[in-house]
C-alpha cells in the first residue's frame, strides 16, 4: 500500500543553523505534499504544501523541495529560532486526491540555544 | 472565526465505559477525518468522512464507531472494545476538492483508568 517514509525521527540543531527532514513516497500518483507543524499539546498546523508541478517553493524561512522522479520531498528551515522546536510532519496525497493523504511518523526538531 | 473545535481538551474515563469525542467545524468543510496520535507513532487513521451520513474505516477502526449525521459534525465513540484507548486523538478536515490541506482540531486527550 501507499506509504511515506520520514527522516530523521529526531533533529537537534543549533539557534540560527539550517534544518533538513527528508520525506520519500511510494505512490507514483501523489501530486500533493503538505507539511504540518505540531506544537507541544496541540493539533498539526500545515505550514506549507507544494504540488508535483512545482519543484520548490519558499516562504520566508521555510523552503519545501519535490524530487517527482526519485519520489522525495524535503523541508528546509533556515536561520532556525526557539519557536521552531516542534513535531514536524510530511504527508502525501493518495493519488490525485487532496482529501485522502498520508502522513510520515514525524521528526522532532529542537532547537539547542 | 471559521475553525474546528475539539471538546473536551481532557478526558477521563474508568474502563468498560463507551465515550464520545466532539467535533465541530464551521468551515464548510466536507470530509472529516479521526486521527489517534500515540507518542512515537505519528497519525494513524481511525475513521474518515467525505459526505453526510457515509464514512469508512481506516487503518485502526476496530473498537471505535462514528457518526456524520450533520456536515459539521463527526463525534467519534471509544467503546469498550477498544483494548488500548489512552490516546490523543485529533479530528481533521477539508474540502473534498482543492488544495486547502487538513485544518486540525485542538485535541482530546484521553486517559482511562
Known amino acids: 500500500g501507499e506509504n511515506v517514509e520520514q527522516h530523521p525521527s529526531t533533529l537537534s540543531v543549533q539557534e540560527g543553523d539550517s534544518a533538513v527532514i527528508k520525506c520519500t513516497y511510494s505512490?507514483?500518483?501523489?501530486?500533493?505534499f503538505p507539511w504540518y507543524k505540531q506544537e507541544l499539546g496541540k493539533g498539526p498546523q500545515l505550514i506549507i504544501d507544494?504540488?508535483?508541478?512545482?519543484g520548490e517553493k519558499k516562504d520566508q524561512r521555510i523552503a519545501v523541495t519535490l524530487n517527482k522522479t526519485a519520489k522525495h520531498f524535503s523541508l528546509h528551515i533556515t536561520e532556525t529560532q526557539p519557536e521552531d522546536s516542534a513535531v514536524y510532519f510530511c504527508?502525501?496525497?493518495?493519488?490525485?486526491?487532496?482529501?485522502?493523504?498520508?502522513f510520515g511518523k514525524g521528526t522532532r526538531l529542537h532547537i539547542l540555544p | 472565526d471559521g475553525g474546528i473545535t475539539q471538546s473536551p481538551k481532557y478526558l477521563f474515563r474508568k474502563e468498560g465505559q463507551n465515550v464520545t469525542l466532539s467535533c465541530e467545524q464551521n468551515?464548510?468543510?466536507?470530509?472529516m477525518y479521526w486521527y489517534r496520535q500515540d507518542p512515537g507513532q505519528g497519525l494513524r487513521l481511525i475513521y474518515y468522512?467525505?459526505?453526510?451520513?457515509?464514512?469508512q474505516k481506516g487503518d485502526i477502526a476496530e473498537g471505535y464507531s462514528v457518526s456524520r449525521e450533520k456536515k459539521e459534525s463527526f463525534p467519534l465513540t471509544v467503546t469498550s472494545a477498544q483494548k488500548n484507548p489512552t490516546a490523543f486523538y485529533l479530528c481533521?478536515?477539508?474540502?473534498?476538492?482543492?488544495?486547502?490541506?487538513?485544518?486540525f482540531g485542538s485535541g482530546t486527550r484521553l486517559t482511562v483508568v
Open positions: 481533521a478536515s477539508t474540502h473534498n476538492r482543492g488544495s486547502y490541506g487538513y485544518t
Open positions: 505512490d507514483s500518483a501523489s501530486n500533493y
Open positions: 468522512s467525505q459526505i453526510v451520513n457515509d464514512f
Open positions: 507544494i504540488r508535483s508541478n512545482v
Open positions: 468551515l464548510n468543510h466536507d470530509a
Open positions: 504527508a502525501a496525497s493518495i493519488g490525485n486526491r487532496d482529501d485522502k493523504i498520508i
